[in-house]
């Protein structure tokens, strides 16, 4: 284990930030393609290195720190999904203004057609199977698991976005 | 691992930018600040107990006392007193428990609501109903998130401002910034959070006890408070205090102002300033918090029973039946006077 985890799990503060400071792009950029949005990302990557101090004790050899990490954060984004999701069947609409602001009714412009952007506009559960699947390689049966869908339903989640981004693409 | 997927829906031209995709992407500048912030919150309570004594107790017992009626004790019928509790629970219970779902009612223009997420745009105001409590303004620009209906209702401010309005029993309804969370006690107030995740709330009616870092501070109507990342809510103020003493309470809760800016607060204090006084007393210690206690006494003489020592010690009960009998605090209204306020910000005249 490296003497930076292990100052850590001792409480060294300056030992997490030097953690910190090396695995925090790779956390945010993840964080922010799965939240696609930036203030969500901020909060999620702050959630994530909360919950790593937290959990920082439980951290073994058997797998490598950034992966430990990396996985947390899938698995902290995705709790924060399913939570929002619950909140939102709370929540009743009941005036006409525009439920979601910045989706252009006409669709993308070319000057949209940036693909972070794009992805940021997908469906949240295409989005999330899209992003685990093409961009941090995940299978899945792991995305299956992680997210509580079932294998085909990832597949099809996945197909779908890809349609989706296709099609943006091609405007 | 298996990629199972078929990869023909893949487009050359989509595999090449996510190819170009950075696997990194730069966090926002002070996000690790904001993380320390909340690493100190996680960690264990530290060995030295705070200056400011829990408040909780004592004005969780005043809160839910002054609201409604006259003192208890000035009807001398059992029945009644019987009659009332039974009304009053099956009244918390209501509101606790029905027509719990937030609804957005009005709204001037374009919003978001999406994953408990409610954020205004430039130009639109919106009004979110909260179940039976009452109402809550949006600001523009404001970011909402909906967090809980039960077993309270429970919002987190992240930015912008909203109005609150709430006609219910103390402790039903919780707004959390990221600087220290609001705790209705019946009230009508205004919450602004600022980029830096600060806070300042101003109160019209009734009042609010402000929570964060094992601290709290409750300001009453006419009074105002800031809060701040990484220090405990700030102490109230009133608002029409003199610059001078604001400025001095500024270096007091968020400078390290320590013992020079409570001697400022003192000189810049008068008689309407008695509430911030209050405040000092749980946080300051030795021969400061005996020169608060006799500016505070010089102001408002503390009641029968409450001896020098007992308040120096910080005894929960001298200090709250002086909160009592302070100028401007909700103890010292009328029942009728609050019954009135309370009718009032329940038809929305306040």
Same mark, same amino acid.
């Given at each position: 284990m490296s003497e930076l985890v292990l100052r850590a799990q001792r409480g060294d503060h300056d030992a997490f930030e030097q953690l910190y400071r090396l695995h925090a792009g790779r956390v945010y950029a993840l964080c922010l393609r799965l939240a696609g949005d930036a203030v969500e990302a901020r909060r999620l990557t702050q959630d994530v290195f909360v919950r790593a101090w937290e959990r920082l004790a439980g951290f073994r050899e058997e797998s490598a720190f950034s992966s430990w990490l990396h996985r947390l954060a899938v698995n902290v984004v995705l709790a924060d999904r399913r939570a929002a999701g619950r909140r939102e069947r709370r929540v009743v609409i009941e005036a006409d203004a525009p439920a979601y602001e910045g989706v252009p009714a006409g669709g993308w412009t070319p000057e949209q057609l940036d693909l972070e952007g794009a992805i940021a506009a997908l469906p949240p559960g295409a989005r999330a199977v899209f992003v685990l699947f093409d961009i941090e390689g995940y299978g899945h049966e792991e995305i299956a698991a992680m997210t509580g869908i079932a294998p085909g339903t990832s597949k099809a989640q996945l197909h779908r976005a890809r349609r989706l981004l296709r099609k943006a693409l091609e405007r | 691992m298996k990629r199972d997927s078929t990869e023909a829906d893949l487009t050359r031209d989509l595999r090449a930018r996510l190819h170009a995709l950075p696997r990194e992407v730069a966090p926002p500048p002070g996000l690790w600040g904001d993380i320390v912030a909340r690493l100190a919150d996680a960690r264990p309570a530290p060995a030295t107990a705070p200056a400011v004594p829990s408040r909780a107790w004592g004005f969780r017992r005043t809160a839910a006392r002054v $609201?409604? =009626? #006259? $003192? #208890? @004790?000035?009807? =001398?019928?059992r029945p009644a007193l019987a009659a009332a509790l039974v009304l009053c629970l099956a009244g918390t219970l209501w509101l606790r428990h029905g027509g719990g779902a937030w609804r957005v009612t009005q709204a001037s223009g374009a919003y978001t609501l999406s994953d408990g997420l409610l954020a205004t745009a430039a130009s639109t105001r919106a009004r979110l109903d909260v179940g039976r409590l009452g109402e809550v303004e949006v600001a523009p620009r404001t970011r909402l998130r909906l967090l809980a209906t039960r077993p309270d209702h429970r919002l987190a401010l992240d930015r912008g401002s909203i109005a609150a309005r709430i006609s219910a029993p103390p402790r039903l309804f919780y707004v959390e910034t990221p600087s220290g969370t609001a705790v209705d006690l019946g009230c009508a107030y205004t919450l602004a959070v600022d980029p830096r995740g600060g806070s300042l709330i101003h109160v019209t009616v009734g009042w609010v006890e402000l929570d964060g870092r094992g601290a709290s501070s409750v300001v009453p109507f006419n009074m105002s408070a800031y809060t701040r990342r990484g220090f405990r809510p700030g102490t109230p103020f009133l608002d029409r205090a003199s610059d001078s003493l604001k400025a001095a309470l500024d270096r007091f809760d968020f400078e390290g102002g320590g013992d020079a800016a409570v001697a400022a607060v003192l000189r810049a @204090?008068? #008689?309407?300033?008695a509430i911030t006084l209050w405040h000092l007393l749980g946080r300051t210690t030795g021969a400061v918090r005996l020169a608060v206690y006799r500016r505070l006494a010089a102001i408002a003489a503390p009641p029968a029973g409450v001896s020098e020592a007992s308040v120096l010690a910080l005894n929960h009960r001298a200090l709250t039946a002086w909160w009592d009998v302070l100028p401007g605090s909700p103890g010292t209204l009328p029942w009728w006077q609050r019954a009135a306020v309370r009718l009032g910000a329940w038809l929305g005249v306040f």
């Open positions: - | $609201p409604f =009626g #006259a $003192p #208890a @004790s000035r009807w =001398g019928v @204090s008068t #008689a309407n300033d």
